[in-house]
């Protein structure tokens, strides 16, 4: 374990980003980093300490512990890069000693430290297992090595997060912060596929120590801690710039690029609406609002197109065109959304940990059900246009199934609080309506026909999302409702982005109408064993957890 001879990769890196080292830390942390340290410090260094700070950098977990004990500390700062301790000053009014050197090879004697301090470094190291045994050897008996790092979470379905996270979303943000000199944060990733897993870790660390604490911070459960207005804005901000870039692209690479940026943007935009309208709502209330918003949103879907071609035809200018004017609308809507949320107080929720999370798997029923309803969703979304075309529809028919669609939605919920007084049959009918939909699609071949499947389809799909969110919230603590809402859409994303692929495989192996014909029998296994689990399937009454 460890980077070995990517090393020296990372170590050329780290040099070249010292100018704009501390601010894109900030930002990638989402402003957090120094909690981070004062919690992981704060009751574990006392006075009179003398402090090893192994991988100082600019010595910043030294400063907050010498904040913590009002400078009664005797510190060493130790990292492997030079001009890293030369910039020291900016942190400390007077000079600290200091040692250049690598975790596997410290130049100090045996138990000579009361505590050591690695702030985001440890997973530098060339051996892990060298490091450990070195920091081990330079503590007292009883001393304390205290590190503040990037975790890897044991579950599949937490690391995919953070994976998703290192990979998509902190490039763009360290790219704001320090522009080209942040997109070299990019190897933070290949440090993170080298980092051993959490129950890996702390086998590794008991080899040595006799206790290990962990105090795991998930960075990327926002909406318990941030105002979600301003997250909301982030969002909209995220598309603004994606629906701008669409409109000077010049590739298909280029396209399929900014396209990525929007459903960024869509994981910024829509938690945090989910999270303002539960937060105020409960019950059949919650599920009327959240019906209400859904409705708006897709009315915006089947408003715009049709805004977009009276342009277009009007005024004889080309999408790009369109895709501005998309741009100025969100910048207006940015500006509303911070105006309206200005000195709105954040509401305090209770410390974040792993096990809030992991209740989203105590709903295994309606995650499957979520799965399989968002991945029908995403192949009614981008692939059902071309396949309608090989059904010999033409555009004209292909607009107007898809606004019978859109109607369906809206008619759907505007019902949902009365749908939602029988929760659990209404979601087994509407698993049912997907797969008649479907199944349809791959018998028929008039427009009358499909247009019948559309209407299934349109019920199926817009009354999931209110009631089966409501199922979750209805069981779920107030306090990590936030953490509950980031869970359940990255289960409605993980169905979104598979369906499709999944289509594309089958329709290319065994023709363009048999995904249809696939996902319509997955659905009637699935209706069939909801029925199993009806009571399951039915939210909480008691709306006061």
């Known amino acids: 374990m460890g980077l070995g001879s990517y090393w020296g990769e990372v170590i050329d890196v780290l040099r070249e980003i010292i100018p704009v080292y501390d601010k894109v830390n900030s930002f990638i942390s989402l402003g957090k980093d120094v909690e981070h ?10 006075k009179g300490d003398k402090i090893l700070d192994a991988g100082s950098g600019f010595g910043n977990m030294s400063k907050t512990a010498a904040r913590i004990v009002n400078d009664d500390l005797k510190i060493i700062l130790y990292d492997p890069l030079v001009p890293m301790l030369k ?23 045996d138990k000579e430290f009361d505590a050591v301090l690695s702030g985001y470094s440890l997973r530098d190291a060339i051996s892990l297992k060298t490091a450990i045994s070195e920091m081990h050897r330079v503590l007292k008996e009883d001393g304390k090595w205290i590190i503040v790092d990037l975790g890897k979470p044991d579950e599949s379905f937490f690391r995919f997060g953070v994976t998703f996270y290192l990979r998509m979303i902190l490039p763009i943000i360290a790219f704001a912060a320090g522009g080209r000199l942040g997109l070299k944060f990019g190897t933070l990733y290949g440090t993170y596929k080298l980092w051993p897993k959490n129950k890996k870790l702390e086998s590794m660390l008991l080899e040595k120590f006799s206790r290990v604490e962990f105090e795991p911070l998930f960075v990327g459960i926002l909406l318990n801690r941030f105002n979600n207005a301003h997250l909301l804005s982030l969002g909209i901000g995220i598309n603004s710039i994606s629906v701008y870039l669409l409109s000077i692209s010049q590739s298909v690479p280029e396209i399929m690029g900014y396209r990525v940026l929007t459903g960024i943007a869509h994981a910024f935009f829509w938690p945090p609406c989910e999270a303002i309208i539960s937060n105020v709502s409960k019950g059949k209330t919650r ?11 897709t009315t915006g879907f089947m408003i715009g197109p049709l805004i977009g071609s009276f342009l277009l035809e009007s005024f004889h200018e080309d999408y790009r065109f369109i895709f501005e004017i998309a741009t100025y609308v969100l910048v207006a809507s940015i500006v509303s959304a911070i105006g309206l949320s200005r000195n709105r107080p954040i509401v305090k929720r209770d410390k974040f940990s792993f096990s809030s999370v992991r209740e989203i798997v105590k709903f295994p029923h309606v995650i499957m059900m979520l799965i399989y309803c968002t991945a029908s969703f995403g192949i009614i979304l981008s692939i059902y246009p071309a396949f309608l075309n090989d059904r010999t529809m033409t555009p004209v028919n292909i607009e107007i199934l898809f606004f019978i669609f859109g109607v369906s939605r809206i008619i759907t919920l505007i019902m949902a609080s009365k749908l939602a007084k029988n929760t659990s049959l209404t979601l087994i009918v509407a698993t049912f309506a997907i797969a008649g939909g479907l199944g349809l699609s791959f018998f028929v071949d008039s427009i009358i026909e499909f247009a019948v499947a559309m209407i299934l389809l349109g019920f199926g799909f817009s009354i999931f999302f209110p009631l089966t969110l409501e199922i979750v919230l209805s069981k779920t603590r107030k306090e990590i409702s936030g953490t509950m809402i980031g869970a359940y859409e ?11 692929v999944i289509a594309g495989i089958v329709s290319q192996m065994f023709g363009n109408e048999i995904p249809y014909l696939v996902f319509c029998v997955i659905g009637i296994g699935v209706a069939i064993l909801s029925i199993t689990k009806r009571r399951l399937l039915e939210p909480n009454k008691n709306t006061n957890l």
């Open 287 to 297: 599920v009327r609002n959240i019906a209400t918003f859904t409705g708006f949103f």
């Open 37 to 46: 340290r004062n919690r992981a410090i704060k009751g574990r260094v006392k």
């Open 87 to 109: 910039n020291t000053d900016r942190l400390f009014n007077k000079k600290l000693d200091s040692a250049c050197g690598v975790f596997e090879h410290v130049p100090f004697q």
């Open 490 to 500: 990255t289960v409605f994303g993980i169905g979104w982005a598979t369906g499709p």
